[in-house]
């Protein structure tokens, strides 16, 4: 996917660089906060996640050298296993990237090869399914939209008119919807979609589609004018910028220890001599 460009309701230039780590949205030229990167790493997200998957593999080495395993036996053995990890991971996240895209495709009523993988091909039935009921107009898909006031972008998988309301689907495929996140990132988009455009957004919801092949599809739906999450995600802006001048308080104490190692040091050099 090439960067994307678009233009809002205050002309501001929109840019969205999807494989871009540092500059993945920029306005006016200016690099900009994304949604998920103000909220995940406030919810511990982030670090969780890399604690999550290196406890167990600990506690595997501490249990082979307690069963008398040898040091290259345990090393050989545990890499392995990292090696699975990380290919889960990633296995999981093209899962995602490509039910999306699959989604997209079905409600623009583009031609599509149904996947003949798992879980893929289970996960596509069930939207398909689920989609078929539902007769929403879509208005826009995958669409990139900014506020100001919140100084962030965020990309909303869809943005959909029924019973002449519009609203915004986020689209998951987690084993469940009720981490406190994504309800946060959804309110945030609504108000970069209402910033960004005349539009007025009135339903609001989180569709599940679950790799679990007996899990059903899981739809839950928000009150728009329940104001807590929004709160919630400008406190995960202020947290933010309050780790930023943490840490260049941070560097400025580090440079001070340095210094002081540096005269210590010399004085000390200075004394032997």
Known sequence: MSSKVYKDKHNNIIKFNPYEKKRRYEVN????NGCTSVIDPRFGKDGLVGWAKKKP????????SDDGYAIDEINKYTSSLKDKVKELSERDAKTGTMMHQLCEDLMHKKKI???????LK????????????????????????????LQSCGTVDLICKKN???????????????YA?????????????????NLKIEFLGLLNIPKDKE????????????????????LCL?????????????????????????????????TVQ
């Open 29 to 32: 030229g200016e690099i900009m």
């Open 57 to 64: 593999i600990e506690a595997v080495e501490w249990q082979m």
């Open 113 to 119: 090869v149904i996947p003949k993988s798992e879980p």
């Open 122 to 149: 289970t996960m596509f039935k069930k939207f398909k399914v689920w989609w078929g009921k539902m007769k929403y107009e879509v208005i826009h898909t995958e669409r990139t939209f900014y506020s100001e006031e």
């Open 164 to 178: 002449g309301k519009y609203g915004i689907i986020d689209f998951k495929t987690s084993k469940t919807i009720e």
């Open 181 to 197: 996140n994504y309800p946060v990132q959804l309110f945030a988009y609504k108000k970069m979609v209402e910033d960004s455009t």
């Open 215 to 234: 899990a059903p599809i899981s739809f839950m739906s928000f009150n728009v004018d329940d104001q807590d999450y929004l709160e919630a995600f400008k």
């Open 238 to 270: 202020k947290l933010k910028e309050f780790e930023k001048q943490h840490s260049v308080k941070l560097k400025e104490w580090k440079q001070k220890l340095k210094t002081k190692k540096g005269e210590s040091d010399a004085v000390s050099k200075s």
